[in-house]
């Protein structure tokens, strides 16, 4: 067999049929075609290989489980005109599209080839995309992207561009009906960008996966500065600065492991419930070491990551957005093998404030798992709001109104845990009883107040502080009354704020059954076209 001058396999390059239109010679066609659109270009599978990057099917390979790869469309060729395309007609037309599955469960997949076109889209790739997103709505499965694609086909004009907005539409239309996520792997630039941005989570690979809506060149010519295709839109960037990635990971092969795990989390579609796993890890399971990881004094830092880890099943969570906002904490993890979303204050980080990025990631986070019909479990040690000009100008009230948003709207399973300290607005916005939890429970260290017992004393007790004769141990008198009338757990439990003081050691097996109990927890919003949240 031949190969064309642009080193892609086209039916023209198939042996003559002799004519016999014998079913053997028909099979032997459809197979050396289609063995030879698997094989693709070896020249561009070296230069992916040389960039540090894998092809597309040697991606969906890692991504789905073995052999279970239903390709559609391999056959799918352009039909544009102009600027040479007419005599480059490659099979696929640059993405790989089909299902497959994960852990046992249907997945589709469409992974952009670089090797042609550099992966960028037209209309025959943008309709492949459309098909296989509106039969992942049909079928109610999730969708995974893969991609590695320089943009819109600058050959295709206006076509490509309105390629990219039938994808936007199918991303929101599918928005909180099936997961969607979206892999990086390999430069994104414009078009290529927005999809992810609407999807649940955001994969990237750092040094060879880049995301952003124009690159250096145009920085460059635009505003002046100099900056590389990383510092712009790298993994780390993304993960850590813009909040855009969820996750970044050194090499595909554990991204694609982790989206996998991701997957095995998640319920395939809105109308179902993530998979039970069994566990080992007894429901009753007493959790000694809490006694000694959260300190007395509220104003001493511990590490969140650690109380979760003692409480989950097996010890194990999945972090989202770990290195971004990293004052508060979102995860998956089991408990007693059911699925639940963790958001949990961190005070050993801005001593878990909630500032304008905090909100944002738990706001976010809080209305992934509602749609998908996760449980929250939201673990609370949280001083209050940023204060700072910085924090009120970037709109903190817009922002933290969010969060508050999510929670108020949420219709799965709640159940707060009070550990340390929840003052102000903050208390109420992590998922308190008046904005909806279904159980609160307290730890006996816990203080919910309006502010700290210090600022508490200093505004109501300010006369007769001044008046006293010494006036640092009336402050130290008033702020002990303060502590002693409204700064412990039982005034609250005696108003019906929180439903129970527990001891710590108690926790597992008091989330446990209060979210047994809420499994069958159904709840109806107010009829409405939908709600307009402060976005
Ligand atoms: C993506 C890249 C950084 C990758 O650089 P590399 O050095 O790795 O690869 P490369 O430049 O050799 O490209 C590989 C092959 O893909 C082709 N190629 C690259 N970008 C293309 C595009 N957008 N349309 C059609 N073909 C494209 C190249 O000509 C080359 O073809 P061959 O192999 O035949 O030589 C760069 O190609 C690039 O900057 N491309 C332009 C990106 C862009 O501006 N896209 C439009 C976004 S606007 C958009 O999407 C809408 C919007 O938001 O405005």
């Known amino acids: 067999m031949s190969i064309t001058d642009d080193r892609r396999v086209t039916t023209d390059d198939l042996p003559e049929d002799p004519g016999t239109g014998g079913l053997s010679e028909q099979l032997l066609r459809l197979r050396e075609l289609k063995e030879a659109i698997a094989a693709g270009d070896p020249a561009g599978t070296e230069r992916q290989h040389a960039k540090g990057k894998l092809t597309a099917r040697e991606r969906i390979a890692l991504l789905l489980d073995e052999g279970s790869f239903h390709e559609i469309e391999a056959l799918r060729r352009h039909r544009a005109t102009g600027f040479g395309l007419e005599k480059k007609k490659p099979h696929t037309d640059g993405v790989i599209t089909g299902w497959g599955t994960v852990h046992g469960r249907t997945v589709f997949v469409y992974a952009h080839d670089f090797r042609i076109f550099g992966g960028a889209l037209g209309e025959a790739h943008a309709t492949k995309i459309h098909k296989l997103m509106d039969l992942a709505e049909s079928a109610g499965a999730p969708l995974v992207s893969l991609n590695d694609g320089a943009g819109a086909r600058i050959q295709e004009g206006v076509t490509a561009l309105a390629g990219y907005g039938g994808i936007f539409q199918r991303n929101t239309r599918c928005s909180g009906v099936i997961p969607q996520i979206s892999v990086m792997l390999g430069p994104c630039a414009g078009g290529a960008a927005y999809s992810p941005a609407l999807t649940d989570f955001v994969f990237m690979v750092r040094e060879t996966s880049q995301m952003f809506i124009t690159g250096p060149d145009v920085v460059r010519a635009v505003t002046g500065e100099e900056i590389s295709q990383n510092g712009l839109g790298g993994a780390d960037v993304h993960a850590s600065i813009s ?293």
């Open 243 to 535: 909040g855009v990635a969820a996750f970044a990971y050194d090499d595909e092969e554990s991204c694609l492991e982790e989206v996998r795990y991701l997957l095995s989390m998640l319920p395939q579609n809105n109308r179902e419930t993530s998979p039970v796993e069994e566990t080992e890890d007894p429901a009753d399971r007493s959790v000694d070491a809490l006694l000694d990881l959260v300190p007395g004094d509220p104003n001493q830092s511990y590490d969140m990551r650690k109380v979760i880890e003692e409480i989950v099943d097996d010890h194990d969570f999945f972090e989202v957005q770990p290195t971004w906002a990293t004052n508060i904490i979102c995860a998956l993890a089991r408990l007693d093998g059911h699925v639940v979303g963790i958001v949990a204050n961190q005070p050993a980080s801005l001593a878990g404030v909630l500032d304008i990025h905090a909100s944002e990631k738990a706001a976010r986070f809080v209305q992934t798992c509602d749609a998908f019909n996760i449980p929250l479990v939201s673990l609370v040690d949280v001083p209050g709001f940023l204060p700072g000009v910085d924090q009120e100008h970037g709109g903190i009230i817009r922002h933290g109104a969010k969060l508050l948003y999510a929670y108020c709207n949420a219709t799965v399973p709640r159940v707060q845990v009070i550990l340390r300290k929840a003052y102000g607005g903050a208390y109420i916005v992590m998922d308190s009883r008046s904005i909806g939890v279904d159980v609160s429970l307290a730890w006996p260290s816990n203080e919910i107040a309006v502010m700290g017992a210090e600022g508490a004393a200093n505004v109501i007790f300010r006369r007769e502080i001044a008046a006293a004769d010494d006036p640092d141990a009336m402050r130290q008198q008033k702020i002990k009354e303060y502590q002693s009338e409204l700064m412990h757990p039982y005034y609250a439990a005696e108003r019906g704020l929180v439903d129970d003081v527990i001891d710590p050691r108690e926790t597992r097996s008091a989330l446990i059954g209060s979210l047994a109990m809420l499994r069958t927890k159904h709840a109806n919003l107010p009829s409405r076209k939908h709600g307009n949240p402060p976005v």
